[in-house]
């Protein structure tokens, strides 16, 4: 059968959905706007605006229109890109919220910025800076998964999708 004979794909698909959120970051946006309560959906757009992570967003300091600073793991300070202004709140709370109303957890909007940014630039190293990971890999493994489009194509040359295939499993 064509799962047996791509075998190989599937595994690889599977590890993808593991680590990668499953909507777009279209439809994420769509999702928040639909959130009832202001204070979740701003911080939901904070999040997805800027990469931070929620603990992170907790320490945000804006140092302009467009930038704040942050205390990030290991006590690291770095500046972000954030226009949002969002209101401190309890992460049990707004895990709660999030979840109920659009079925993403915190962690999915920082990755959806990591994985716009991995399309868009395509460099592991700015990432890394940007996202505040201390091991290239992590930023290499975004840039990978953002190449699914290279992945489609060449698919498509054979005749399948990789998307498609990703979407069977």
């Avoid at 075998?7 to 009832?36: C, G, N, R, W």
């Avoid at 707004?94 to 979840?99: G, P, Q, T, V």
Wanted: net charge positive; glycine share 6%.
């Amino acid at each position: 059968s064509f799962k047996k004979k791509n075998k190989h794909l599937f595994s690889v698909a599977k590890s993808y959905e593991k680590k990668f959120p499953t909507v777009t970051e279209q439809q994420a946006l769509d999702l928040i706007m639909s959130i009832t309560c202001k204070p979740i959906q701003l911080k939901a757009l904070q999040l997805l605006e800027s990469g931070m992570r929620f603990s992170e967003s907790l320490t945000f300091k804006r140092t302009s229109e467009v930038t704040g600073k942050i205390i990030g793991k290991g006590g690291k300070v770095r500046e972000v890109y954030c226009t949002i202004d969002a209101p401190k709140i309890s992460h049990s709370h707004f895990f709660k919220k999030l979840k109920e109303e659009t079925g993403l957890v915190p962690h999915d909007l920082r990755k959806l910025f990591a994985i716009k940014y991995a399309k868009k630039y395509d460099n592991s190293q700015k990432l890394k800076q940007i996202m505040g990971w201390s091991k290239i890999e992590t930023a290499q493994s975004y840039i990978s998964f953002s190449n699914d489009a290279l992945l489609d194509e060449i698919g498509d040359m054979h005749g399948t999708s990789y998307s498609k295939l990703r979407e069977a499993i």
